[in-house]
């Protein structure tokens, strides 16, 4: 006999702890079932997932074909211990060294992209020799301990003192610029910024560059070519590691493979979760250099997990990738993206309380701010409390007409599948024009 709504949520709240959020008041959606670009809750109320689920399930939800793989997996082998050799481990390793770009061979699989990037550190550190790592301010690379070092927002305060090594250099956000000059200008300082950050630390000490290539939850900031190939030179001019963290960027999510094809770079490491199985399972992987794999021939790598390379997940992963092959969704995303940015700028221009838009393929955010001329945003940079009581709003809204987005501070995302109609971002862009039509009201002047 199902549970009911109220025992589902009960039982969770009970017996269970959620991220990011004090216990007490949070109220869990509680969701059924999903198809598609929709699921619905246990009440039978049915949302647009505008947002992935976490920016993640790309390919959309419910395809029988990864349930398919994963069951005929789960009969032949459910586990193997990683220091064994199965077919869907190196079906998938070969597979991603196909579609990576660049020399990028190498698979070290993981369960999420926080253990994901952690290797990728400890990989750059063993083989360079060196131990420090550049980071950005404006980043999330994932919960564990390294990785929530690696962190620059405010998550990561609760557990610091952070690992030693880490430092930050600047985040190419150029709508916060508070110099009155162009983006490739503005670009060329941070890159000169960064310059500054590696002859003060030493190159000799510095493993590796980690950025993620589009940033993610910290708004979707999108920085030019010329940034990329300047920050890569920088990388090769002083022998330092390049890892993309492509955990939320990657698998078709901007309208490429992967994030750094719109760039013309190859990363020495690269790091991907999410959309590797579509979050039908958990996996993550750090992918490397054949130099750096070669240099693990004769030294022992230092990394290991349990269910590395676990061999259902991975047939989840082969299934998923072929089915973003297979149903042209990086290219769907691109052409819905295109004219999603369309879209995005006209309500830009019709509401003044959007200061600002942002977007590539499918990954996309809108920034709400109170006074477009000072761009003072419509919540804090790490506001909490009755600072989000307008963004709350937005929130409220969102869930009322059917519609799933991550609401973040003054920002929120646009992050559909990749499988997503012009119809279907229609019906959601609705509901978004009269969302902002409330935060119109709390625009100064």
């Known amino acids: 006999m199902a549970l009911s709504t109220e025992e589902i949520v009960r039982l969770n709240k009970e017996y269970t702890l959620f991220e990011w959020n004090p216990q007490g ?14 699921f619905w809750d246990t009440d039978g109320k049915r949302y647009l997932d505008f947002n992935s689920q976490l920016m993640s399930v790309n390919i959309g939800h419910g395809d029988p074909r990864i349930a398919a793989a994963v069951a005929a997996q789960m009969e032949r082998l459910a586990y193997a211990n990683p220091y064994a050799a199965t077919e869907p481990r190196g079906v998938l390793g070969e597979l991603l060294a196909r579609i990576t770009p660049g020399n990028l061979k190498k698979s070290f699989f993981t369960l999420g992209g926080s253990e994901a990037n952690e290797n990728a550190v400890k990989i750059a550190r063993m083989a360079s020799g060196k131990h420090k790592i550049l980071a950005r301010y404006r980043s999330y690379h994932g919960g564990t301990a390294m990785s929530m070092g690696l962190t620059g927002d405010p998550r990561r305060w609760a557990s610091e003192p952070q690992p030693p090594g880490i430092m930050r250099i600047p985040d190419p956000y150029y709508y916060r610029c508070r110099l009155p000059i162009s983006e490739d200008a503005f670009m060329q300082e941070c890159l000169n910024q960064t310059e500054d950050v590696i002859k003060f630390e030493g190159a000799r000490n510095i493993a590796a560059i980690l950025v993620e290539t589009v940033t993610g939850t910290n708004g979707i900031i999108v920085p030019t070519r010329a940034y990329y190939e300047g920050l890569r030179a920088l990388c090769d001019k002083y022998g330092i590691y390049l890892i993309l963290d492509e955990v939320m960027c990657g ?9 750094c094809e719109h760039y013309g770079i190859t990363p020495d490491i690269m790091t991907m979760a999410k959309g590797l199985t579509s979050s039908y399972l958990p996996l993550g992987n750090c992918i490397v250099s054949e130099e750096i794999g070669a240099f693990f021939d004769k030294n022992t790598l230092y990394a290991g997990l349990t269910y590395g390379g676990h061999a259902v997940s991975c047939a989840a992963a082969i299934a998923a990738i072929n089915v973003l092959i297979e149903d042209r969704l990086v290219e769907n995303a691109a052409a819905q993206g295109a004219y999603l940015a369309t879209r995005m700028e006209a309500l830009k221009d019709k509401h003044p309380s959007v200061g600002d838009v942002r977007h590539i393929g499918l990954f996309s955010v809108f920034e709400l701010v109170r006074d477009r001329a000072t761009r003072e945003p419509m919540a804090p940079y790490n506001a909490t409390g009755k600072e989000m009581e307008v963004m709350n709003l937005v929130k409220k809204f969102f869930h009322e007409n ?3 987005t991550f609401t973040r501070w003054n920002t929120f995302f646009v992050n559909p599948p990749l499988r997503i109609t012009r119809a279907e971002l229609d019906e959601g862009l609705e509901i978004v024009d009269r969302a902002l039509d409330i935060t119109d009201e709390f625009v100064r002047g």
Request: no cysteine; net charge positive; hydrophobic share 40%.
């Open 251 to 259: 698998f078709g999510r901007t309208g490429r493979m992967f994030a």
């Open 25 to 38: 008041g949070y109220a869990p959606l509680p969701i059924d079932r999903a198809s598609g670009v929709y």
């Open 402 to 404: 059917g519609l799933f």
